[in-house]
């Protein structure tokens, strides 16, 4: 029986602006595309400072830090349906957030009411030391939401950590889009045997 849903933040809950600079720098430079991804994985789990990781990539990418923050900024949307909803479905699920970011990442984008409105249960990569596709995020995520694996629904824009999380027995829906998931995840609660 599910208990719990948790939720990926970028490229789910906010617009992943980090994909789209990547994306870009990709098909420009694939070397230096791959350095920004190792060092946004080194804040992701902690290895590094939110402020070294923002000095870096600004360095990376040859902007100035505060241009580099403002386009990171204006490239982030939350998405206020969804966000409603999750208010709705904690009426009768637990519910979290598992986002691979650094250090005291998500309280640059919420408010402490915000996350305190919307989740149970928060979890930034950078503030436990594991990412995911690592077993562990996930592993800390149901023990904070006190229940078990197998019963969480994990929702996640990228294939592989949906799979991940597959691997250690939560059920996993890819999410597309606000409609898509929402059906996905609505069949899911109402099958009694999920």
Same mark, same amino acid.
């Given at each position: 029986?599910?208990?719990?849903?948790?939720?990926?933040?970028?490229?789910?809950?906010?617009?992943?602006?980090?994909? +789209?600079?990547?994306?870009?720098?990709?098909?420009?430079?694939?070397?230096?595309?791959?350095?920004?991804?190792?060092?946004?994985?080194?804040?992701?789990?902690?290895?590094?400072?939110?402020?070294?990781?923002?000095?870096?990539?600004? /360095?990376?990418?040859?902007?100035?830090?505060?241009?580099?923050?403002?386009?990171?900024?204006?490239?982030?949307?939350?998405?206020?349906?969804?966000?409603?909803?999750?208010?709705?479905?904690?009426?009768?699920?637990?519910?979290?957030?598992?986002?691979?970011?650094?250090?005291?990442?998500?309280?640059?984008?919420?408010?402490?009411? /915000?996350?305190?409105?919307?989740?149970?249960?928060? +979890?930034?990569?950078?503030?436990?030391?594991?990412?995911?596709?690592?077993?562990?995020?996930?592993?800390?995520?149901?023990?904070?939401?006190? +229940?078990?694996?197998? /019963?969480?629904?994990?929702?996640?824009?990228?294939?592989?950590?949906?799979?991940?999380?597959?691997?250690?027995?939560?059920?996993?829906?890819?999410?597309?889009?606000? /409609?898509?998931?929402?059906?996905?995840?609505?069949?899911?609660?109402?099958?009694?045997?999920?």
């Amino acid at each position: 029986m599910i208990k719990a849903i948790v939720f990926d933040c970028f490229g789910v809950i906010i617009t992943d602006a980090l994909a +789209v600079i990547l994306e870009e720098l990709r098909s420009k430079n694939p070397g230096k595309a791959q350095d920004l991804v190792d060092l946004l994985n080194a804040a992701s789990r902690g290895l590094i400072s939110s402020e070294e990781s923002t000095e870096q990539a600004s /360095e990376l990418l040859g902007m100035k830090q505060e241009d580099y923050r403002q386009l990171i900024m204006d490239g982030e949307v939350k998405d206020e349906r969804l966000l409603n909803y999750i208010r709705t479905l904690r009426k009768n699920y637990k519910t979290a957030i598992l986002s691979n970011i650094s250090n005291g990442g998500l309280h640059r984008r919420f408010t402490k009411k /915000e996350l305190d409105t919307y989740f149970d249960f928060v +979890v930034a990569s950078g503030d436990i030391g594991f990412a995911k596709p690592e077993a562990q995020a996930y592993e800390y995520t149901a023990d904070g939401l006190g +229940v078990r694996l197998t /019963e969480c629904v994990f929702l996640d824009d990228r294939e592989e950590y949906c799979f991940a999380a597959q691997g250690v027995g939560m059920q996993a829906i890819q999410y597309q889009n606000f /409609e898509q998931a929402k059906d996905e995840l609505e069949k899911l609660l109402n099958n009694p045997e999920a």
